[in-house]
């Protein structure tokens, strides 16, 4: 058995940038805290004013509202998930995907976040496990073994594989640490380490708890796909191109520098230095509650910066704001916030047209992961249901009544198709219907069909 705590190359070369990263995208108390990473030190500036400046970080937190932006905006619309039969089992499970009550739209608005944010993100398709084996369909239903549900995992958590010719995984190890108490009356919580191994057919759990030099097997046995001979991770990758906080982490963090700097000029300029100019040796006290006396030829001032060095920090600022937002293709979104306007929907859909083609690769790596896993979930019940995922292939500037519109146009073509048809009246509905019950959006689209 190899070294189940080993990490891949890929693995370690990425690891330290993701939790810098984590701080850049949450800020607020969680970046302070950790500022001492992040806030460069001048050459040989003092240990206390260094603290001091440490203890008095902000952060504008640009790329974070960036990262949320797109998650809104491309989920303003949930996909539309069809399904070739009726199947009571799908109707449910996107409405509880993970047994916590979580719709499928949510979940994978948590996923597509924490790819903007990593670069990757993992989803296990498990079954539950009973000591009673099932003898056929029915019983496994009424035990509720066949009933799959899905647990995320972020890029920090899988850290070993191996991939076979065609980049499907023939193994991956999963590590998490919790904190754990055996009973309500301990005083003292223990760290809990587990790793879990998947091949294409077994699973394997190893646990160590504080304390243990090795790792113990607390559990192994077949996992649900094992019967489609693959592992049961399915993972969400987008382009480095596409990867947020990789392109604008650098820049962010320039930001964070130069702001505070700037901040901290500023509050050192309030508090002017004296100046004396004086021939003869000069030991007087200065303060708020002193004076000085002067000789007939001496001269008494205050230093004060001109105030140009301030501008081109600021000018700066300004420039690395507005960088942010170009690399994350939202150039019309930074600058000045002064620089806003009435534009009517056309001049959006002119100014937005690399950020909807954005979103709709954002949109397509989504889409592929869904369809991924709930066609595996199928296979793995051995439902004779094909699945279908759409939607999220357009930046929503229109309202409803403009794909109406375009809808009605194509229709009195006079197109003889009964397909374009059924596929027209399954969009709009689907479209104007996103918030509707998931049994409800498959008995419409039964109807169309039918």
């Given at each position: 058995m190899f070294d189940i705590d080993r990490e891949h190359p890929h693995y370690v070369l990425r690891k330290h940038v993701w939790r810098r990263y984590r701080d850049l995208y949450?800020?607020?108390e969680q970046l302070r805290l950790r500022a001492h990473h992040y806030l460069v030190r001048r050459q040989r500036e003092p240990g206390d004013v260094y603290t001091e400046r440490v203890s008095r970080v902000f952060y504008e937190n640009y790329i974070g509202s960036i990262?949320?932006?797109?998650?809104?905006?491309?989920?303003?619309?949930?996909?539309?998930?069809?399904?070739?039969?009726a199947n009571a089992f799908f109707a449910e499970f996107v409405e509880d995907v993970?047994?916590?009550g979580t719709e499928l739209a949510d979940f994978w608005r948590r996923q597509f976040i924490e790819t903007m944010i990593a670069g990757a993100s993992y989803v296990l398709v498990d079954f539950p496990r009973t000591a009673v084996k099932a003898g056929n369909r029915g019983e496994e239903d009424a035990l509720g073994v066949s009933r799959a549900y899905l647990v995320d995992y972020p890029a920090e958590d899988v850290i070993n594989w191996s991939t076979d010719s065609n980049g499907n995984y023939e193994w991956v190890v999963i590590?998490?640490?919790?904190l754990k108490k055996d009973r309500v009356e301990d005083e003292e919580w223990r760290a809990e380490t587990k790793w879990t191994y998947y091949d294409k057919h077994n699973f394997r759990i190893y646990q160590k708890n504080d304390g243990e030099s090795t790792a113990r097997l607390v559990d192994e046995g077949t996992h649900g796909l094992s019967k489609l001979n693959r592992v049961p991770i399915f993972e969400m990758r987008i382009p480095e191109g596409l990867w947020l906080l990789n392109r604008a982490g650098l820049l962010q963090l320039e930001h964070f520098n130069k702001s505070n700097a700037l901040a901290w000029a500023l509050t050192m300029g309030l508090f002017a230095m004296p100046v004396v100019y004086s021939d003869r040796e000069?030991?007087?006290?200065?303060?708020?509650?002193?004076?000085?006396?002067?000789?007939p030829g001496d001269k008494f001032g205050w230093t004060e910066p001109e105030g140009k060095v301030y501008q081109i920090a600021a000018d700066n600022l300004q420039s690395l704001q507005e960088e942010i937002y170009r690399v994350c293709y939202l150039a019309q979104a930074g600058g000045s916030l002064d620089k806003g306007g009435v534009v009517s929907g056309i001049s959006k859909q002119l100014d937005f047209s690399i950020t909807q083609e954005v979103l709709g690769a954002f949109g397509d790596a989504v889409k592929d992961q869904v369809r991924r896993v709930l066609t595996a979930i199928a296979a793995a019940r051995e439902d004779e249901v094909e699945v279908s995922v759409t939607g999220m292939d357009e930046f929503d500037i229109s309202d409803f009544s403009t794909e109406l519109s375009d809808a009605q146009q194509l229709l009195s073509l006079?197109?003889?198709?009964?397909?374009?048809?059924?596929?027209?009246?399954?969009?709009?509905?689907?479209?104007?219907?996103?918030?509707?019950?998931?049994?409800?959006?498959n008995?419409?689209?039964e109807e169309i069909d039918g």
């Amino acid at each position: 058995m190899f070294d189940i705590d080993r990490e891949h190359p890929h693995y370690v070369l990425r690891k330290h940038v993701w939790r810098r990263y984590r701080d850049l995208y949450c800020g607020g108390e969680q970046l302070r805290l950790r500022a001492h990473h992040y806030l460069v030190r001048r050459q040989r500036e003092p240990g206390d004013v260094y603290t001091e400046r440490v203890s008095r970080v902000f952060y504008e937190n640009y790329i974070g509202s960036i990262v949320d932006w797109y998650a809104a905006t491309l989920f303003r619309t949930e996909p539309a998930i069809t399904f070739s039969g009726a199947n009571a089992f799908f109707a449910e499970f996107v409405e509880d995907v993970d047994r916590k009550g979580t719709e499928l739209a949510d979940f994978w608005r948590r996923q597509f976040i924490e790819t903007m944010i990593a670069g990757a993100s993992y989803v296990l398709v498990d079954f539950p496990r009973t000591a009673v084996k099932a003898g056929n369909r029915g019983e496994e239903d009424a035990l509720g073994v066949s009933r799959a549900y899905l647990v995320d995992y972020p890029a920090e958590d899988v850290i070993n594989w191996s991939t076979d010719s065609n980049g499907n995984y023939e193994w991956v190890v999963i590590r998490t640490h919790s904190l754990k108490k055996d009973r309500v009356e301990d005083e003292e919580w223990r760290a809990e380490t587990k790793w879990t191994y998947y091949d294409k057919h077994n699973f394997r759990i190893y646990q160590k708890n504080d304390g243990e030099s090795t790792a113990r097997l607390v559990d192994e046995g077949t996992h649900g796909l094992s019967k489609l001979n693959r592992v049961p991770i399915f993972e969400m990758r987008i382009p480095e191109g596409l990867w947020l906080l990789n392109r604008a982490g650098l820049l962010q963090l320039e930001h964070f520098n130069k702001s505070n700097a700037l901040a901290w000029a500023l509050t050192m300029g309030l508090f002017a230095m004296p100046v004396v100019y004086s021939d003869r040796e000069w030991s007087q006290m200065v303060g708020e509650s002193y004076y000085i006396q002067l000789g007939p030829g001496d001269k008494f001032g205050w230093t004060e910066p001109e105030g140009k060095v301030y501008q081109i920090a600021a000018d700066n600022l300004q420039s690395l704001q507005e960088e942010i937002y170009r690399v994350c293709y939202l150039a019309q979104a930074g600058g000045s916030l002064d620089k806003g306007g009435v534009v009517s929907g056309i001049s959006k859909q002119l100014d937005f047209s690399i950020t909807q083609e954005v979103l709709g690769a954002f949109g397509d790596a989504v889409k592929d992961q869904v369809r991924r896993v709930l066609t595996a979930i199928a296979a793995a019940r051995e439902d004779e249901v094909e699945v279908s995922v759409t939607g999220m292939d357009e930046f929503d500037i229109s309202d409803f009544s403009t794909e109406l519109s375009d809808a009605q146009q194509l229709l009195s073509l006079g197109v003889d198709s009964p397909t374009l048809k059924k596929e027209i009246f399954k969009k709009l509905a689907l479209k104007y219907l996103s918030d509707a019950r998931q049994e409800i959006k498959n008995r419409i689209v039964e109807e169309i069909d039918g």
